[in-house]
């Protein structure tokens, strides 16, 4: 499938900002079953980009830009190939071991309902692929229609004592959860060709089983990532993989506009 891709993220501040500098983690990397065509990272003043790559081995982009600051926007385009590859990652950077992925953040700390609850869904088989996939299903079947927005900035156990408000919550419970089953999993961001309205990139994840290795879950649709998702960065959390994170040097609040459009081109395959 050949899938357009279009990000647009706007800052606006109350006050000029004397300095920004940001770590973009938005440009996706080639798999075997992903290939960037085309793919473009644009800002609209004056600031220098250097491409480099982080710890977990995702494609980021440093953007430092000095003031006076009133307003900056962060625009990503581009076209990837992708193929079904039922949810294996094949040919992505690794550079740390599965078993650092068992460690857990302070927004993938499981309650004890979730952990009961991973329990409880995964009964009854010993196969680890099995469990995980029952647990991926069962958070499909417990929060439904979870929609791509902004980060809401709850944990794991938060979002499952109450109610899931974006893709990244599913997520992150996910991989709380998966951790308690002695799964290794990660947070993984991205896109996923969608009909509705999106106002961020989408999150799922994934878990390490041996003999397969990482295989991904996406709860928002209860199925393995297919070829209508774009695979951009993981990290421990959604924090760890951000698209955006950063900092600026100046007073006043700041007000953020995101949109994001994720489309398919021509019947390629």
Same mark, same amino acid.
């Given at each position: 499938?050949?899938?357009?891709?279009?990000?647009?993220?706007?800052?606006?501040?109350?006050?000029?900002?004397?300095?920004?500098?940001?770590?973009?983690?938005? &440009?996706?990397?080639? &798999?075997?079953?992903? &290939?960037? +065509?085309?793919?473009?990272?644009?800002?609209?003043?004056?600031?220098? $980009?250097?491409?480099?790559?982080?710890?977990?081995?995702?494609?980021?982009?440093?953007?430092?830009?000095?003031?006076?600051?009133?307003?900056?926007?962060?625009?990503?385009?581009?076209?990837?190939?992708?193929?079904?590859?039922?949810?294996? +990652?094949?040919?992505?950077?690794?550079?740390?071991?599965?078993?650092?992925?068992?460690? &857990?953040?302070?927004?993938?700390?499981?309650?004890?309902?979730?952990?009961?609850?991973?329990?409880?869904?995964?009964?009854?088989?010993?196969?680890?692929?099995?469990?995980?996939?029952?647990?991926?299903?069962? $958070?499909?079947?417990?929060?439904?229609?979870?929609?791509?927005?902004?980060?809401?900035? $709850?944990?794991?156990?938060?979002?499952?004592?109450?109610?899931?408000?974006?893709?990244?919550?599913?997520?992150?419970?996910?991989?709380?959860?998966?951790?308690? $089953?002695?799964?290794?999993?990660?947070?993984?961001?991205?896109?996923?060709?969608?009909?509705?309205?999106?106002?961020?990139?989408?999150?799922?994840?994934?878990?390490?089983?041996?003999?397969?290795?990482?295989?991904?879950?996406?709860? +928002?649709?209860?199925?393995?990532?297919?070829?209508?998702?774009?695979?951009?960065?993981?990290?421990?959390?959604?924090?760890?993989?951000?698209?955006?994170?950063?900092?600026?040097?100046?007073?006043?609040?700041?007000?953020?506009?995101?949109?994001?459009? +994720?489309?398919?081109?021509?019947?390629?395959?």
């Amino acid at each position: 499938m050949r899938i357009a891709v279009e990000h647009r993220s706007v800052y606006r501040f109350t006050q000029p900002q004397a300095r920004i500098v940001q770590m973009l983690r938005l &440009t996706p990397c080639d &798999t075997q079953h992903q &290939t960037v +065509v085309s793919w473009m990272v644009g800002v609209d003043c004056d600031a220098r $980009l250097r491409d480099a790559v982080d710890g977990y081995g995702n494609a980021v982009t440093m953007l430092y830009a000095e003031g006076p600051i009133e307003a900056i926007e962060i625009a990503v385009t581009g076209e990837v190939l992708t193929t079904d590859n039922a949810g294996v +990652v094949r040919g992505a950077a690794e550079p740390l071991p599965p078993a650092l992925f068992l460690r &857990t953040t302070a927004r993938t700390a499981a309650s004890p309902e979730l952990a009961a609850f991973a329990r409880d869904v995964s009964d009854g088989t010993g196969d680890p692929i099995e469990r995980l996939h029952r647990l991926n299903q069962a $958070l499909h079947a417990r929060f439904r229609c979870v929609p791509d927005v902004p980060d809401t900035g $709850l944990t794991a156990a938060e979002a499952f004592a109450g109610k899931a408000q974006a893709s990244r919550d599913l997520a992150q419970m996910f991989v709380a959860a998966a951790r308690t $089953l002695d799964a290794p999993a990660r947070y993984v961001s991205g896109y996923r060709l969608d009909h509705m309205a999106q106002c961020a990139p989408h999150g799922w994840c994934e878990a390490w089983v041996a003999g397969l290795g990482w295989i991904g879950f996406d709860p +928002v649709t209860g199925m393995s990532p297919g070829d209508g998702h774009v695979r951009v960065a993981v990290g421990l959390d959604a924090d760890g993989a951000a698209a955006i994170a950063g900092r600026r040097i100046g007073h006043g609040d700041e007000e953020l506009a995101v949109d994001v459009q +994720v489309d398919r081109l021509g019947n390629e395959e």
